[in-house]
Nanobody, 114 residues
Framework: VQLQASGGGLVQAGGSLRLSCAASGLIFSRNRMGWYRQAPGKQRDMVAHITSDYSTMYADSVKGRFTISRDNAKNTVYLQMNSLKPEDTAVYYC?????????WGQGTLVTVSS
C-alpha cells in the first residue's frame, strides 16, 4: 500500500490550500480515509476523515474551514483548507483504514504565515 500526499506549501493567513492523497495497492472504496497533522513538538492529531459511505468527521479546530472529500475513481482523498491560520502549520499525513489495518502517507508540510 502506498499513500502519496501532495499540495502542501507556504500560504498567508486567511489563504487556502488543497491537499491530495493518492492511494495504491488497496481497494480504495472500502477504506476510511483521513488526515492527521503534527505540529513541531506536538502529538499527531486527527484533522478529518471520510468513510466508505462518505460520512465525514472533523476536529473542532477545523470545522467550517476544512472539507474532506474523496474520488473513488481516482483513488484519491482531498482536504480543502480555507481560512488558514498560523496554528494550522503542521505536517499533514493521510491515512487509510480497513479491517484493523492502518497505512500512512509520508506527510506534506503546510506553513501558514501571519
Amino acid at each position: 500500500v502506498q499513500l502519496q500526499a501532495s499540495g502542501g506549501g507556504l500560504v498567508q493567513a486567511g489563504g487556502s490550500l488543497r491537499l491530495s492523497c493518492a492511494a495504491s495497492g488497496l481497494i480504495f472504496s472500502r477504506n476510511r480515509m483521513g488526515w492527521y497533522r503534527q505540529a513541531p513538538g506536538k502529538q499527531r492529531d486527527m484533522v478529518a476523515h471520510i468513510t466508505s459511505d462518505y460520512s465525514t468527521m472533523y476536529a473542532d479546530s477545523v470545522k467550517g474551514r476544512f472539507t474532506i472529500s474523496r474520488d473513488n475513481a481516482k483513488n484519491t482523498v482531498y482536504l480543502q483548507m480555507n481560512s488558514l491560520k498560523p496554528e494550522d502549520t503542521a505536517v499533514y499525513y493521510c491515512y487509510s483504514y480497513y479491517g484493523g489495518r492502518n497505512y500512512w502517507g509520508q506527510g506534506t508540510l503546510v506553513t501558514v504565515s501571519s
